[in-house]
């Protein structure tokens, strides 16, 4: 009785596999035998049996040599929340010259798991400490198709000073610049009273949105490109001093900050750095404003004429 019922309980737990199913997952897909093993619910002993029954040759532990070298790349789809992480990475984070290691570095913590989060929860943030008071986070991970993709649009690694022109698609403009912004920009505001010992209604609030980059070829292609798509021109200014490379700064002024904000601020879910996302709010034009409000993303022709208050200028 009790070898019956043990011959029973094997039986029972037998896992049947395809032959066909396992060479495709197997040899064709080049997947390992954990994965297969947690597809059909069983163990990669299993797996290794199905092979040796089936007649299908093993592949050795580990990586197979020059698989990764020769696997097609399959590069992630365009969206806005890949825009914005591109945008970021342009500006505020790092290619690794192993074809492979991505780091992007922030005092947010917040912010930086914003990126993770658009990137699907992958890699790791971790605090980083340089001398006493400068301290920030890194967030790091290893992707070779990301890292080979960022290098087609144009990102190579020490690319302080050699960015130029990526191959953004102009719907995706917005998003890729409120990535810039939220890695080496600002969103200033401020009150200027300099003129109210001369009369006190001499009092102003100023706004201003910038961007700075060591590389003049990489500030020209993005203002050339917010003028095409948004309409407004802003300036280009240099800082330099001894012993450092020129440091270029984008800069638009209020009335032209104000469209530039509408643009790239266009939704309230949106990804992008909370503390410059409040700094703007209080120039977006509340939902509603236009009676004939367009459907889809957002185009900046019946943006141009609208203060805040929703009065023509």
């Known amino acids: 009785m009790r070898l019956r019922a043990r011959s029973s ?9 395809d032959e066909e199913l396992l060479r495709r ?4 897909e080049r997947l390992t035998a954990e994965v297969i093993a947690r597809q059909f619910g069983c163990s990669p002993i299993t797996v290794f049996r199905r092979l040796r029954r089936f007649g299908i040759q093993a592949r050795s532990r580990g990586p197979t040599r020059g698989s990764r070298r020769h696997s097609p790349s399959v590069p992630p789809a365009w969206s806005p929340k890949i825009a914005w992480v591109v945008g970021v990475i342009a500006t505020d984070g790092c290619l690794g010259r192993n074809g492979r ?12 798991e914003t990126v993770r989060e658009c990137l699907g929860g992958r890699g790791s943030i971790t605090p980083y400490r340089k001398g006493v008071e400068n301290s920030c986070f890194h967030l790091q ?12 649009l144009g990102l190579t690694p020490a690319k302080s000073l050699t960015l130029g022109p990526l191959a953004v698609p102009d719907e995706y403009f917005a998003d890729f610049f409120r990535g810039c912004v939220d890695g080496d920009g600002t969103v200033l505001v401020y009150t200027d009273r300099y003129h109210a010992a001369k009369n006190e209604h001499y009092v102003y609030e100023r706004l201003y949105v910038s961007l700075v980059s060591a590389s003049r070829a990489f500030i020209d292609w993005i203002r050339q490109t917010i003028t095409r798509l948004c309409g407004v021109t802003g300036s280009v200014s240099v800082r330099t001093s001894q012993g450092h490379h020129p440091v ?9 900050s104000i469209v530039l904000l509408r643009w790239i601020y266009y939704a309230p879910d949106i990804p992008s750095l909370a503390r410059k996302r409040a700094r703007a709010d209080k120039f977006l034009a509340p939902l509603g404003y236009a009676s004939a409000r367009p459907t889809g993303r957002p185009r900046v022709g019946w943006l141009y004429n609208v203060t ?6």
Do not use: M, N
């Open 9 to 17: 309980r094997v039986q029972s737990t037998y896992i049947a596999i």
């Open 248 to 256: 270029w700064c984008l800069k638009y002024a209020k009335c032209e």
């Open 141 to 152: 991970w290893g992707d070779r198709e990301l890292h080979a993709w960022l290098r087609r």
């Open 101 to 112: 290691q991505l780091t992007v570095s922030s005092k947010d913590f917040d912010f930086l």
């Open 25 to 28: 997952l197997y040899v064709d």
């Open 308 to 313: 805040p208050d929703g009065v023509d200028v």
